[in-house]
């Protein structure tokens, strides 16, 4: 059974880093566009960032433009969310989520991403 598995979450100080890792077991994820999203008590899912199966380009929401960067490691069959410079708006649970392979482009749609993990809390606090 294919899945996704985020970790490396926890509790930081603001203006402190995490790096998120999302590994697939089942999945080849270079073949998969994948997907980090993030959702807050009583707020919507939103996109952070997104790296497609196709050529490894990028998008990322404009709060995180500049301070996270996402990157994928095939040989570890890892996607990685690295994130700078925290601010406490940056709270939320993080999941990764993989399109179907037929689409190979970034969307910053959650609908358009068929699996999802589990999700791993990040909190930035002082």
């Known amino acids: 059974q294919a899945q996704l598995a985020e970790s490396g979450g926890g509790l930081v100080q603001p203006g402190g880093s995490l790096r998120l890792s999302c590994a697939g077991s089942?999945?080849?994820?270079?073949?998969?566009?994948i997907g980090w999203f993030r959702q807050a008590p009583g707020k919507e899912r939103e996109v952070v960032a997104c790296?497609?199966?196709?050529?490894?380009?990028?998008y990322y929401a404009d709060s995180v433009k500049g301070r996270f960067t996402i990157s994928r490691d095939n040989a570890k069959n890892t996607v990685y969310l690295q994130m700078n410079s925290l601010k406490p708006e940056d709270t939320a649970v993080y999941y990764c989520?993989?399109?179907?392979?037929?689409?190979?482009?970034?969307?910053?749609?959650?609908?358009?991403?068929?699996?999802w993990g589990q999700g791993t809390q990040v909190t930035v606090s002082s």
């Open positions: 790296i497609s199966s196709s050529d490894s380009s990028t």
């Open positions: 089942g999945f080849t994820l270079e073949y998969n566009t």
């Open positions: 989520a993989a399109r179907p392979p037929y689409y190979r482009q970034t969307s910053s749609q959650s609908r358009e991403y068929g699996d």
